[in-house]
Structures are given as C-alpha cells and as structure tokens.
T-cell receptor, first 116, second 113 residues
Framework: DSGVTQTPKHLITATGQRVTLRCSPR?????VYWYQQSLDQGLQFLIQ???????AKGNILERFSAQQFPDLHSELNLSSLELGDSALYFC???????????????FGAGSRLTVL | DQQVKQNSPSLSVQEGRISILNCDYT??????FLWYKKYPAEGPTFLIS?????DKNEDGRFTVFLNKSAKHLSLHIVPSQPGDSAVYFC????????????FGKGITLSVRP
C-alpha cells in the first residue's frame, strides 16, 4: 500500500457521460498530481495542485477539470466523455519538503476508465 | 514533443545476468531523474533516482548512471531476477520550475528463469 488511495478502481460508462475520480494523498503530502496512461503511452501529466492551489497544468483537455479540497483530497472530473478518454488515470502525491524524497512522487493504484 | 524517450519497448534477459535499460532526454533544464517500476494492476513505484550533480547512484542491485553531456541515463540491474519482470519508466523533472515529472513510454523487462 503506497498510502495514496484512488477510487473507483474501475469505471465503465458511456460516451457523453461525466465521471469523477477521487484521490486521497499520503498523510502529510500537500501536492497532488494527476496523470493519464492510454494504451501504448507513457504517463501523461495532466495537472498538479499544491495545498488547494493549482500549481502546474499539462495536456489536460478543457472537458477535464480538477480541484483539491481543504482536507487535501483531490477530484478529477471528466465530462462529455469520448471513446478516446478510456485510460488509466493515476494520482500521485509528494511532500515537497526538503529531504531525500522531496522530488519523488508516490502513486496510487489508478482508476481504469472504460468509455463505451 | 517527447522530452523523455525510452526507445526500446522491451528487453529480455536471463536470470542472473545484467539488465541495462536506457533513457534519453532533450530538455536541458531537467536536473533530477528517476526510475519507476510498474507491475500490472498497480501504480508505478519509485525505484531509484539521481540528481544532475552526480553521475552515478547505487542502491543494492540497482545502479543509475547519468551522462549529462549526452543527455542519457541508464538503469543497471545486477543480477537480474524473475521478480524484476515489470515495466520500467524513466522520469525527469526541472526542480527549479515545479515538481512534476515527465515520463518516458516505458520498457517492458522480462527476466527468464
């Protein structure tokens, strides 16, 4: 158990629908990151939050949005879903405090989204 | 534009031999590099890292080498074990900008008993 919890593990939905993926970071970690892994692709960075504020944005579609709440959990909202959105969505967290693991991201097990 | 490249999609080695996984990067601002291992149905797990101020970092059977002039790093696993069979991702970050990681596409390592 990495300490990063993602729910749901699996989700099957139809095109045009909207889903929410949830992530609880490791205790004490202030930064949360979302990554997408499509078939035969590496992990594509979507967005980062630090203590509730958006810190960095990657190749995130306008149909996607995210937020980090005061208790530091994060949600990734995917709307108007298309077949191509089927992928594994990973959440990761990091402490960003000085130390040997300052730049190490700890990943959750992922949420597998299937759009039919 | 792929800033971190793992050009070999797969590698197969015999148990007990050395596994060498390669990674190239293009962004000269990257100053921290990591290797992650991923088993099916699990998230990536951190394996080893190296800062750009070093050219080698060792942790047990795993050693990462960094050649900044060539913008190349490699992961050596000696001796390789069947349990090392997994997908290995190379990642890099520009720690002066933010802490996000840019990943390669991964290499599938198979260690034959």
């Amino acid at each position: 158990d990495s300490g990063v919890t993602q729910t749901p593990k699996h989700l099957i939905t139809a095109t045009g629908q909207r889903v929410t993926l949830r992530c609880s970071p490791r205790s004490g970690d202030l930064s949360v990151y979302w990554y997408q892994q499509s078939l035969d692709q590496g992990l594509q960075f979507l967005i980062q939050y630090y203590n509730g504020e958006e810190r960095a944005k990657g190749n995130i579609l306008e149909r996607f949005s995210a937020q980090q709440f005061p208790d530091l959990h994060s949600e990734l909202n995917l709307s108007s879903l298309e077949l191509g959105d089927s992928a594994l969505y990973f959440c990761a967290s990091s402490s960003t405090l000085p130390g040997p693991r300052a730049n190490v991201l700890t990943f959750g097990a992922g949420s597998r989204l299937t759009v039919l | 534009d792929q800033q971190v490249k793992q050009n070999s999609p797969s590698l197969s080695v015999q148990e007990g031999r050395i596994s060498i996984l390669n990674c190239d990067y293009t962004n000269s601002m990257f100053d921290y590099f990591l290797w992650y291992k991923k088993y099916p149905a699990e998230g990536p797990t951190f394996l080893i890292s190296i800062s750009s101020i070093k050219d080698k970092n060792e942790d047990g059977r795993f050693t990462v080498f960094l050649n900044k002039s060539a913008k190349h790093l490699s992961l050596h696993i000696v001796p390789s074990q069947p349990g090392d069979s997994a997908v290995y991702f190379c990642a890099a970050s520009d720690t002066g900008a933010n802490s996000k990681l840019t990943f390669g596409k991964g290499i599938t390592l198979s260690v034959r008993p």
